[in-house]
């Protein structure tokens, strides 16, 4: 430790000696018993070290080699939950508490994270968080309990049970910290979680009460929604710098002691802005990572005893293997507004503690964010796993609170990553399964979009823009990314809208209309490309037949997707062509498109009511005697003047086509890599890419084919049900 420059800053140069002393003491060969006076020295000086990158390695790295024989991990931990405690029965007292607690927070996850990061055995031994067998515990560490539960269940009593405040807030930011740097042992195990996986913290996070796990969810929302400030009178700075510059982290305040070691906290240069969101950014990754996790373990098994150390947890696989419950997911779900209570119609118990909070500030600050991937994410757990607050947005008049900025998310789509765009359009699919949303988005008429710049949106209702937008998504994708699950989100979603829709503006018409003329031109390419290829190709058989398979493949699917089109103007005109007169000039206008699939078996039937349309509207403008040439006026004019008239006769009454979106039983081969993708990308964790098993790809994560494929087979699944009108 002596090859550490001991300059003056911040302190004078015996104070900065001390530091020294006390860290390379910390890190060294000489094992400190819990009792030692060594540790409170440690944990009260105010530590200003700015180290380059190169020390930092060295102290991590003779910790790690030291910590076998000193324990100094465990007992640090110990010491941690010990100040932990003296915080919530001192509540209101001196800073100084909250000082210790904060600077053993900060030194804990420097080097935790290092071992984990470095850890070449599954079960991270490296972590030696055993006691000696003679080394004298305190008086509140419960008997029995491994120092990994004792400081978990402090912790999460902390966040849980104390307020955010001046004084409590950069404790309050460590210990967030801290439980992304413990959580982070998921980094290094594969996508699927298996029996064998080892995650001590996260495993001890998921064995506390109901009551605890309910507090703490609520303090994490809380602080999304609130978004405190910090106390910090000055811009921290990175922590850590490669080259000549120094890092350093200068906390200024009442609750400003720290250290400076590790690349932890990256922030450069913040605003006022920026230090209001870091307790709120850092508390919904942290409600994430816990919500989203998953443990399988092996019924009436020994792990020891499997022959296939490698095996995901796979019900289908073995059928002793199963995921227990997750009790943060099931706090997210059993969420309470404070102010509207929902009758459950279907008299389902609630299992566990239940907690409040405003839906209404929820709904708000989601709809502020919700550029933001992790806050999209959020609001799919909450819409598809929370009955409750998916009635609560459901019933809301304001619903461009949140769709506007969702749609405004699917418009910049080429600026987003797959995994983003997908989830917005499966919280698109499960709020379009209520009747009730349908109609609503219609009656709400925007005065501008001034983010759409094709052409200008002037009093366009909510609907229209969102069956642009989805139209659009459409085009994109089979431009772009050439994903058919997205294809079938997106038409999904307009299936499931058709019946309700309320004066849908003309462009919004168009664009419907245009959608089946493209997909009708690529239909067509594919058939001439499959009749070509049958007379070309039988002189080479083989790879002739691989070929027409090919393209065989994606005709079936162009002609699924064609159908659903077809669905979607069929449910249009037979449930809602008399509020629709902007559909049927549409219709009317490009009418040549259909006449080629008029006798297509897959097509002829929902065709019939098409020329329904046609052939009423277009006697009518017959019969019409006009003065001069038509125009958009005049032919729209007789339109809504004969849609007064029109009763439905002759058409044919198809089942609804209704869409559900469901999640499959074991959707964590998706979720925990996602989420671990959303928390290194924003959070400003960092850890070394080349020791990360749990992705299947690299960082940053770029859209493909095979991904979209991944999230549709391990996400969920769309069902369609065909429900009677």
């Known amino acids: 430790m002596g090859a550490v420059p001991s300059t003056q800053r911040n302190g004078s140069a015996r104070q900065q000696e001390t530091e020294e002393y006390l860290i390379g003491t910390f890190v060294g060969e000489i094992s400190f018993p819990l009792a030692s006076e060594f540790w409170q020295k440690l944990l009260e000086l105010p530590l200003s070290l700015h180290w380059l990158s190169y020390h930092v390695r060295q102290a991590c790295d003779a910790f790690a080699q030291n910590n ?56 991270f031994e490296e972590l030696h968080l055993c006691l000696e067998e003679d080394e004298t515990v305190p008086i509140g560490f ?61 495993d001890a996070v998921m064995t506390q009460e109901t009551t605890l796990v309910a507090s703490v969810v609520r303090r994490l929302l809380l602080n999304y929604i609130a978004r405190p400030r910090s106390s910090w009178n000055s811009a921290p700075y990175s922590v850590f ?33 920026g230090s209001r969101t870091l307790l709120a950014e850092c508390s919904l990754h942290v409600l994430l990572i816990l919500t989203h996790y998953s443990k399988c373990i092996i019924q009436n098994e020994s792990i020891a005893e499997r022959s296939d150390e490698s095996a995901a947890c796979n019900p289908s696989l073995d059928a002793s293997a199963y995921f227990t419950e997750n009790p943060y997911c099931k706090a997210l779900e059993n969420a309470r507004d404070v102010e509207f209570d929902r009758v459950d119609v279907e008299g389902n118990a609630h299992s566990g503690p239940l907690f409040r909070l405003s839906f209404a500030i929820l709904f708000d600050t989601l709809g502020m964010f919700l550029t933001d991937e992790s806050s999209v994410l959020l609001l799919y757990s909450l819409v598809h796993g929370n009955p409750d607050f998916l009635e609560y947005v459901l019933v809301r008049t ?35 399964q209520d009747s009730t949303f349908n109609a609503s988005i219609h009656r709400l008429i925007l005065a501008n979009v001034p983010w759409y710049e094709e052409r200008r949106l002037h009093q366009t209702s909510l609907g229209s823009l969102m069956v642009i937008i989805l139209i659009r998504t459409v085009n994109y994708n089979l431009s772009k990314r050439r994903d058919i699950y997205l294809h079938t989100n997106c038409l999904a979603t307009l299936a499931n809208m058709a019946p309700h829709v309320h004066r849908l503006s003309a462009y919004a018409s168009q664009r419907l209309v245009s959608l089946f003329h493209m997909l009708s031109r690529k239909y067509t390419k594919l058939a001439e490309l499959q009749n070509s290829k049958m007379q070309i190709d039988e002189g080479n058989p083989t790879e002739g037949d691989v070929l027409l398979e090919d393209v065989s493949t994606e005709l079936h699917i162009y002609t699924d997707f064609l159908r659903l089109v077809l669905e979607i103007i069929n449910a249009i005109l037979t449930y809602a062509l008399p509020r629709n007169p902007e559909v049927v000039y549409a219709i009317m206008h490009r009418q040549e498109i259909f006449q080629p699939f008029k006798n297509h078996p897959r097509f002829n039937e929902l065709l019939e009511n098409i020329f329904t349309v046609l052939d009423f509207f277009n006697n009518r403008m017959d019969a019409q005697e006009m003065e001069g040439e038509w125009s958009v006026e005049k032919v729209l004019q007789v339109i809504i003047t004969n849609c007064r008239s029109w009763r439905g006769e002759g058409m044919k009454m198809f089942p609804q086509l209704r869409f ?38 690299d960082l940053p994560r770029e859209s493909s084919y095979m991904v979209e494929e991944d999230i549709k087979n391990q996400n969920g699944e769309l069902n369609a049900n065909e429900v009677l009108p």
């Open 68 to 123: 076998y024989y000193t324990r100094h991990l465990a007992k640090i931990l110990i010491h941690l939950a010990c100040c932990l405690q003296d915080c919530i029965s001192a509540a209101g007292s001196s800073s100084t508490v909250y000082t210790k607690a904060a600077n053993a927070a900060y030194i804990s996850s420097v080097f935790l994270k290092h071992i984990i990061e470095n850890s070449k055995n599954d079960n």
């Open 142 to 202: 419960p008997k029995g309990h491994t120092v990994e539960n004792f400081l978990m269940h402090t912790i999460l009593s902390f966040i849980g049970n104390v307020d955010v405040s001046p004084v409590t807030y950069l404790l309050h930011y460590e210990l967030l910290n801290f439980m992304i740097v413990a959580t982070s042992t998921q980094l290094l195990c594969g996508p699927s979680p298996g029996p064998e996986d080892v995650h001590p913290f996260i």
């Open 241 to 273: 710098f490669e080259g000549s510059q120094p890092g350093v982290l200068q906390r200024v305040g009442s609750a400003a002691a720290n250290i400076v070691l590790l690349p932890l906290n990256l922030f450069v240069g913040l605003n006022t802005e």
């Open 398 to 432: 304001d619903l461009d609170t949140l769709l506007m900025p969702m749609l405004e998310t699917l418009y910049n789509a080429s600026r987003r990553t797959s995994n983003h765009i997908y989830m917005l359009l499966i919280i698109l699919l499960i709020l379009s």
């Open 660 to 697: 559900t979106y469901e999640q499959e039983s074991h959707p964590e081969g998706f979720f925990i890599p996602y989420v671990w993708q959303l928390v290194l990308s924003n959070c400003g964790f960092t850890f070394d890419l080349s020791k990360i098993n749990l992705f299947l790809v």
